[in-house]
């Protein structure tokens, strides 16, 4: 699921929980509301952890370390 889909999801359980006066015998439209923002909003926040996850970039290498030669030479 995309970014836009979770938050197309969101939209239409606000819809189907607040603006919508529909009586569908057996079928209670606030709670199917309900539950299509709840997918919406988990689907949003793992896409979000995935995305930051992705982006993030690799520490850069370390300087290697230099070991100075101790042997005197005559």
């Not at 819809?15 to 539950?35: C, E, K, M, P, Y």
Request: glycine share 10%.
């Amino acid at each position: 699921m995309g970014m836009g889909w979770c938050i197309g999801l969101i939209a239409v359980g606000a819809i189907l929980t607040f603006a919508v006066d529909w009586h569908v015998h057996g079928v209670n439209v606030d709670l199917v509301g309900l539950i299509l923002m709840a997918v919406g909003v988990i689907g949003l926040s793992a896409y979000v952890s995935i995305f930051k996850r992705r982006r993030m970039q690799p520490p850069p290498p370390a300087a290697p370390v230099v070991e100075e030669d101790h042997r005197y030479v005559r």
